[in-house]
C-alpha cells in the first residue's frame, strides 16, 4: 500500500531557529499533499494543502512566513517552521493523497515529527 | 463538508466486538464516510471508506444506514492494540483534505 515516510520523528531546537520537516511518498506520487498540527489532548489541525509546483494554500490564522511550504516534486514536501518559538512546539504531521483513474482513493498519514522548541 | 457527531469515549472488553458509531445526517449524496485511527503519538491510520454499501476489509467493517445519515464501524474482535481515538470524517472532493473531529477515544481492556 501506500507509504508516507515523515523525517525527523523528533527535533528540539532553540527558540529563534528554523527546523525544516521533509515528508516522502515513497511509492507513489502525491499531486496534493497536507500538513497539520495537533497539540496534546487535541484533534488534528489542518494548517495548508500543499500542490506540487505551486504555492501552498493556507488555513485561516496560520502565517504562511513562519510556515514555509515546498512541493517541488510529486514525492516530497516540506514544512519549515521558521523563527520557532516554544508556542510552536507541537506534533506535525503531513498527509498525501493518493489517486486512481483521476479520483481519490484514500488519504496516507506520515508517523508526525514531534518539536519542542526550547 | 457535512459535520459528524461521535461519542467522545467508549470501553471494550478484549476479544469483544467494539461498534462505535457515527452521526452524519446533513451528508450529501456524492460524500463519502471515511474512518481514521490514531495511535498515541504517531499519524492517523486508515481504517475504511464507504459511501452506501456496507463495507469490510482485514481491520474492520462498515455498517452505513440506508438513509446514510449514520454509520457504525465494527472492530470484530477488539485486542488491547486497537485502544486508539477513532475518527469519522465524511468528505466529498478530491483535492480537500480530511477535517478532523474530536473523534471517540477506545479503550480495549484486558
Known amino acids: 500500500g501506500a507509504v508516507v515516510s515523515q523525517h525527523p520523528s523528533r527535533v528540539i531546537c532553540k527558540s529563534g531557529t528554523s527546523v525544516k520537516i521533509e515528508c516522502r511518498s515513497l511509492?507513489?506520487?502525491?499531486?496534493?499533499m497536507f500538513w497539520y498540527r495537533q497539540f496534546p489532548k487535541q484533534s488534528l489541525m489542518l494548517m495548508a494543502t500543499s500542490n506540487e509546483g505551486s504555492k501552498a494554500t493556507y488555513e485561516q490564522g496560520v502565517e504562511k512566513d513562519k510556515f514555509l511550504i515546498n512541493h517541488a516534486s510529486l514525492t516530497l514536501s516540506t514544512l519549515t517552521v521558521t523563527s520557532a518559538h516554544p508556542e510552536d512546539s507541537s506534533f506535525y504531521i503531513c498527509?498525501?493523497?493518493?489517486?486512481?483513474?483521476?479520483?481519490?482513493?484514500?488519504?496516507?498519514f506520515g508517523s508526525g515529527t514531534r518539536l519542542t522548541v526550547v | 463538508d457535512a459535520k459528524t457527531t461521535q461519542p467522545p469515549s467508549m470501553d471494550c472488553a478484549e476479544g469483544r466486538a467494539a461498534n462505535l458509531p457515527c452521526n452524519h445526517s446533513?451528508?450529501?449524496?456524492?460524500?463519502?464516510v471515511y474512518w481514521y485511527r490514531q495511535i498515541h503519538s504517531q499519524g492517523p491510520q486508515y481504517i475504511i471508506h464507504g459511501l452506501k454499501n456496507n463495507e469490510t476489509n482485514e481491520m474492520a467493517s462498515l455498517i452505513i444506514t440506508e438513509d446514510r445519515k449514520s454509520s457504525t464501524l465494527i472492530l470484530p474482535h477488539a485486542t488491547l492494540r486497537d485502544t486508539a481515538v477513532y475518527y469519522c470524517?465524511?468528505?466529498?472532493?478530491?483535492?480537500?483534505?480530511?477535517?478532523f473531529g474530536k473523534g471517540t477515544s477506545l479503550l480495549v481492556t484486558p
Open positions: 470524517i465524511v468528505r466529498a472532493r478530491s483535492g480537500y483534505a480530511l477535517n
Open positions: 446533513t451528508i450529501s449524496g456524492n460524500e463519502y
Open positions: 511509492d507513489f506520487q502525491a499531486t496534493t
Open positions: 498527509s498525501a493523497e493518493t489517486r486512481r483513474d483521476g479520483e481519490n482513493y484514500g488519504y496516507t
